[in-house]
Structures are given as structure tokens and as C-alpha cells.
């Protein structure tokens, strides 16, 4: 099944689709074995760094080939990218969805940027991701001023064609200086007036509640990373105070089903919001 026709059944049931960076065989295979379990398919994410970490073809085999032995559905989606020469090299590559991330620039340039990605996008018929509003980088504050404004919003979809949509209403990358709140009733709001598909990044360390009623109120695609980096490295210095093991395949399983459960539990909550 197509990501789109996917998107389409879960936004129906008012439920959403995990979307799981990875970053290396370990965490992939965390991911897809939360879906395994769950009998849920799941989107497996690369960013430019990752791709340039594991390599493109090595990167995307692994996801497919992971993908497979879990006997699970996934889509590959290139995550943040504001390089139209990458973004055309996993398209060739075969992903089933990109990224083009403008939203560091004003309204008029991410349309014009935007609009030249869904064109170039347009004969491989896959999912085409953009950012309107800022949902801060790592380290940098949540500023209400860059939030989505619902019109805008009405506007960038329609003069773009995107297919779907991350928003800014309160999530961050990164880690949360706190409580994390999002604002719901903006979430209804775009939900309502575009038609376009909604995602949320900087799910990690957001509440299961606030998760959940973010899913009702419209977000059909959930991001998260920095769960997945934190808990595998912190589960590999934990194995490592505790064993002097050199077999690298008796040390990292612990790390990957520390990645496996938090992710089932993501997953459990974004399906199942209802
Ligand atoms: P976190 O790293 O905060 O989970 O955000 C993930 C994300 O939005 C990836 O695009």
C-alpha cells in the first residue's frame, strides 16, 4: 500500500502513523521489531546526517531488508532536507516520501522552494513533507510567534501541493525544558481548513495524554528520534559498566530492546488514540 492510501486509512480512524529515525542496524532494527510485535506498520526515517553516516544504498537496504525479515510494511522517508540534489537521489533511490524543510525562511521563499520540490517529486508519486511555522532544532527555544497560523497554512498547502504538512503548535527536537504542551485547538483548527495531512515532530518526551489527543485532533504522522538516540545509548553504558564483554553482538541486543519496547509503546499510543 501506498504511504498516501495509508495516511488516508489512519487519518479515517483518527489515529496516526509512528515515523522512527534510525541510525544504524541496532536502532532499525528496534524499531521494526516494535512493529513486528504490534503487527503495525511504521515509517523508518533517514536524515542527511544518517544517510551520510551509513550511506544512501547501505542506509536504505537496511531498512528494506530489516523491514522484511520482521515481515512488516514500512516507507522510507527522508527527514529535513533542504538539499534538492539528495532529496533527487533518494527519490531515485526508490524512497516513498520526502522532506523538503524551508521553514527557516519567510513564507514566500518556502512556497517558491517547496513548490519546486512537489514538481520535481511529482513523477514518483510519493509523499512530499514540508514545514510551515519553525518546531525548534535541538537546543533552541519554542517561540508561539512560529506557530502555524491556520490561513497560512490553508495558503502554503494550497499554492504548493504538498501532501503533508509538519506544524509548529509546542513541540521541539530535541528535549523539553520541561512540561511539553501543545496547542490542541490549533491542531483542530489547520486540521480543518486544509486538506493536507498533518505531522508533529519533536514527539520524544511528550505525554502519552497530550500525545494521544494531539492524534484526535488531526496529526496523522508522529515523530520521534531523540527517544530512540537517548535510550539506546544510555542502555549501552548501562550493559558496559556491567560486562567486559568484547562481543559487540552479546552488548548492543540489550540497547536494541530497550529501542524495541519505548517504541511499541509510542506506537500503542498513536494507533490506538481512540
Ligand atoms: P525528536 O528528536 O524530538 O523526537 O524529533 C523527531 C523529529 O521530529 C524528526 O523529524
Same mark, same amino acid.
Given at each position: 500500500?501506498?504511504?498516501?492510501?495509508?495516511?488516508?486509512?489512519?487519518?479515517?480512524?483518527?489515529?496516526?502513523?509512528?515515523?522512527?529515525?534510525?541510525?544504524n542496524?541496532?536502532?532499525?532494527?528496534?524499531?521494526?521489531?516494535?512493529?513486528?510485535?504490534?503487527?503495525?506498520?511504521?515509517?523508518?526515517?533517514?536524515?542527511?546526517?544518517?544517510?551520510?553516516?551509513?550511506g544512501?544504498?547501505?542506509?536504505?537496504a537496511?531498512?528494506?531488508?530489516?523491514?522484511?525479515?520482521?515481515?512488516?510494511?514500512?516507507?522510507v522517508?527522508?527527514?529535513?532536507?533542504?538539499?534538492?540534489?539528495?532529496?533527487k537521489?533518494?527519490l531515485?533511490?526508490?524512497?516513498?516520501?520526502?522532506?523538503?524543510?524551508?521553514?527557516?525562511?519567510?513564507?514566500?521563499e518556502?512556497?517558491?522552494?517547496?513548490?519546486?520540490?512537489v514538481?520535481?517529486?511529482?513523477?514518483?508519486?510519493?509523499n512530499?513533507?514540508?514545514?510551515?511555522g519553525?518546531?525548534p532544532?535541538?537546543?533552541r527555544?519554542?517561540?508561539? =510567534?512560529?506557530?502555524?497560523?491556520?490561513?497560512?497554512?490553508?495558503?502554503?498547502?494550497?499554492?504548493?501541493?504538498?501532501?503533508?504538512?509538519?506544524?509548529?503548535?509546542?513541540?521541539?527536537?530535541?528535549?523539553? =525544558?520541561?512540561?511539553?504542551?501543545?496547542?490542541?485547538?490549533?491542531?483542530?483548527?489547520?486540521?480543518?481548513?486544509?486538506?493536507?495531512?498533518?505531522?508533529?515532530?519533536?514527539a520524544?518526551?511528550?505525554?502519552?495524554?497530550?500525545?494521544?489527543?494531539?492524534?484526535?485532533?488531526?496529526i496523522?504522522?508522529?515523530?520521534v528520534?531523540?527517544?530512540?538516540?537517548?535510550?539506546?545509548?544510555?542502555?549501552?553504558?548501562?550493559?558496559?559498566?556491567?560486562?567486559?564483554?568484547?562481543?559487540?553482538?552479546?552488548?548492543?541486543?540489550?540497547?536494541?530492546?530497550q529501542?524495541?519496547?519505548?517504541?511499541?509503546?509510542?506506537i500503542?499510543?498513536?494507533?490506538?488514540? =481512540?
Amino acid at each position: 500500500m501506498k504511504l498516501l492510501e495509508k495516511f488516508k486509512e489512519v487519518q479515517n480512524q483518527k489515529k496516526a502513523l509512528m515515523a522512527a529515525n534510525f541510525y544504524n542496524l541496532e536502532t532499525c532494527k528496534g524499531i521494526a521489531q516494535a512493529a513486528g510485535i504490534l503487527e503495525c506498520p511504521i515509517i523508518l526515517q533517514l536524515t542527511a546526517g544518517s544517510i551520510e553516516y551509513m550511506g544512501l544504498k547501505t542506509a536504505l537496504a537496511i531498512a528494506r531488508t530489516v523491514s522484511e525479515e520482521e515481515n512488516i510494511q514500512t516507507w522510507v522517508h527522508l527527514d529535513h532536507c533542504n538539499d534538492i540534489k539528495l532529496i533527487k537521489s533518494c527519490l531515485d533511490e526508490g524512497f516513498d516520501s520526502i522532506m523538503i524543510d524551508a521553514s527557516d525562511k519567510n513564507i514566500e521563499e518556502n512556497i517558491s522552494v517547496t513548490s519546486q520540490v512537489v514538481k520535481i517529486a511529482e513523477p514518483y508519486s510519493v509523499n512530499v513533507e514540508a514545514e510551515l511555522g519553525y518546531v525548534p532544532k535541538p537546543n533552541r527555544e519554542i517561540d508561539k =510567534n512560529r506557530f502555524t497560523e491556520p490561513l497560512e497554512a490553508k495558503r502554503f498547502v494550497d499554492e504548493t501541493g504538498v501532501t503533508s504538512l509538519a506544524i509548529a503548535v509546542g513541540s521541539k527536537h530535541g528535549f523539553y =525544558n520541561g512540561e511539553p504542551k501543545l496547542d490542541i485547538q490549533r491542531i483542530a483548527e489547520i486540521k480543518k481548513i486544509t486538506d493536507v495531512f498533518l505531522v508533529l515532530h519533536g514527539a520524544s518526551g511528550i505525554p502519552s495524554e497530550i500525545l494521544s489527543e494531539a492524534v484526535k485532533n488531526g496529526i496523522t504522522k508522529v515523530n520521534v528520534a531523540t527517544d530512540t538516540k537517548d535510550l539506546f545509548m544510555k542502555s549501552l553504558k548501562e550493559i558496559l559498566q556491567k560486562t567486559d564483554d568484547i562481543d559487540l553482538r552479546n552488548v548492543f541486543p540489550f540497547a536494541t530492546n530497550q529501542v524495541q519496547k519505548m517504541i511499541k509503546n509510542k506506537i500503542e499510543i498513536v494507533s490506538m488514540a =481512540n
